[in-house]
């Protein structure tokens, strides 16, 4: 089979297709192309009273591209939920590559300091793809998905695809379409020219900038952290 690289992904990303690998063992991967997609409306984000409590407990650090390796490396461990991944050391290093490239970020949660959930996915155009999510501590996977939304939404993001429908994202809004509806949202999220060319037509720390301006400290950082007070107003403020 061709090389995993990131130009690859990237011209699979464009029409609809991404990797996975049978196990964490597989020397190869297959493409997919599911007949239903899971995608999740940023305008239609579910946020339940119980998340927006966690959020303004400030229970977690929440931080951006931080740590992109660690976050891969943890969704792919195998778990007693989990006893096995479709994360293969060649999906783990292409992905790297497209994060080198700007190409892909992950979204962190932290506790006492230590890595205890998150996600990652693709940017291309005004599309995100999520690929995979992890958590080792109550809520911290819904944390980042609230925390992923939020900044999708100021950064006038048109698609977050979720490939694929479970009962965890069910309930915070996410659903299932044909693959005719869901390439046609795509195509709307790349728009002319495909989403290959440039990364300008959505901005994904367009939420730094936003926080950054409200603040009285100057020195706040891109990717820094962002109080989940901030995140539970915007997602109540946008919905």
């Known amino acids: 089979m061709a090389t995993l690289d990131p130009d690859l992904l990237l011209r699979a990303y464009s029409v609809g297709v991404f990797p996975m690998a049978d196990s964490r063992e597989a020397r190869d991967v297959f493409w997919v192309e599911p007949k239903k997609r899971g995608i999740l409306p940023l305008d239609t984000f579910h946020l339940s009273k119980s998340l927006a409590k966690t959020l303004r407990s400030e229970r977690f650090i929440v931080t951006a591209d931080r740590a992109f390796s660690q976050v891969v490396s943890a969704c792919a461990e ?16 292409a992905y790297t590559a497209l994060h080198g ?3 892909a970020h992950s979204i962190e949660c932290w506790h006492d300091g230590q890595l205890i959930g998150g996600l990652y996915g693709v940017q291309l155009g005004a599309a995100f793809f999520g690929e995979s999510m992890f958590s080792r501590m109550t ?16 950064g006038r993001f048109k698609l977050l695809d979720c ?22 949202l795509l195509d709307t999220a790349l ?11 959505a901005d994904f ?19 820094g952290p962002i109080s989940g007070w901030r995140i539970a107003q915007l997602l109540v403020q946008t919905s």
Not at 83 to 88: A, E, F, L
Not at 172 to 179: L, T
Not at 191 to 201: E, H, I, K, P
């Open 78 to 93: 195998r778990g007693p939920k989990r006893p096995d991944t479709w994360i293969n050391p060649p999906i783990e290093r």
């Open 101 to 103: 490239r700007g190409y």
């Open 139 to 154: 809520d911290a996977s819904k944390v980042a998905l609230a925390y992923l939304v939020a900044r999708l939404r100021v």
């Open 163 to 184: 490939q694929f429908i479970t009962d965890h994202l069910a309930s915070m809004g996410a659903i299932e379409i044909s693959r005719d509806a869901y390439v046609g």
């Open 191 to 201: 728009g002319a020219g495909g989403g290959l060319v440039s990364l300008s037509s």
């Open 205 to 223: 720390f367009a939420l730094d900038r936003l926080v950054a301006e409200e603040a009285t400290d100057a020195a706040v950082m891109v990717s």
